[in-house]
């Protein structure tokens, strides 16, 4: 099937510094990749489409130079967290589209952020 | 705008008894539904969708536009059930409708 990872799992961080998260689609290409954001026991949020070779397209009320993406392979996607606070502490989902007759967006495990 | 309501945050059943998942939908358009579960420690994974009309693990979901439902259903649930389930809706083909609208997740738990 197809698997998507993420890394790191897990990332604690000084307040100020910034934060790279990757997501590889191991075994397909994927052209665009999704980036989420999920509260403690609350659902999941859209924040960004990132395309391929591409200007990533960011969901309204999500800051573009906060939360930088740049997808320049067919298998990676990277989300930086820049100057990262703790209010941006938070479980940073990414999903992997895989093309052809359903198009179906594969899962990466996630990433949980602590921001001190 | 694009909304996803799923009204239970829990549900709570026994093995062997029916269990329902509701779901409904606000689409100015022709979505795409979508049932996503989280089992414990896992990541999210596609359980069903309208399009391919199939019954996964024994859940069936019916697209019901009159309703804008989209209920998620198991005639005999099983404790390996237990999980979080999302509905979920994208705008159909073509490049960012792809992404995806998520309700905020009913917590199905399956008693013995």
């Known amino acids: 099937g197809a698997v998507v990872s993420q890394h790191p799992s897990w990332v604690i961080c000084k307040s100020g510094t910034s934060v790279k998260i990757e997501c590889r689609s191991l075994?397909?290409?994927?052209?665009?990749m999704f980036w989420y954001r999920q509260f403690p026991k609350q659902s999941l949020m859209l924040m960004a489409t990132s395309n391929e070779g591409s200007k990533a397209t960011y969901e309204q009320g999500v800051e573009k130079d906060k939360f930088l993406i740049n997808h320049a392979s067919l298998t990676l996607s990277t989300l930086t967290v820049t100057s990262a606070h703790p209010e941006d502490s938070s479980f940073y989902i990414c999903s992997a589209l895989l093309g052809g007759l359903y198009n179906e967006q594969f899962f990466g495990p996630g990433t949980r952020l602590t921001v001190l | 705008a694009q909304r996803v309501t799923q009204p239970e945050k829990l549900l709570s059943v026994f093995k062997g008894a029916p269990v329902e998942l509701k779901c409904n939908y606000s689409y100015s358009g022709s979505p795409e539904l979508f049932w996503y579960v989280q089992y414990s420690r896992q990541r999210l994974q596609l359980l069903l969708r309208?399009?391919s009309r199939e019954s996964i693990k024994g859940f069936t979901a019916d697209l019901n536009k009159g309703e804008t439902s989209f209920h998620l259903k198991k005639p005999f649930a099983q404790e390996e059930d237990s999980a979080m389930y999302y509905c979920a809706l994208s705008g159909g083909s073509g490049g960012s409708n792809y992404k995806l609208t998520f309700g905020k997740g009913t917590l199905l738990t399956v008693n013995p």
């Open positions: 075994d397909f290409q994927a052209t665009t």
């Open positions: 309208h399009i």
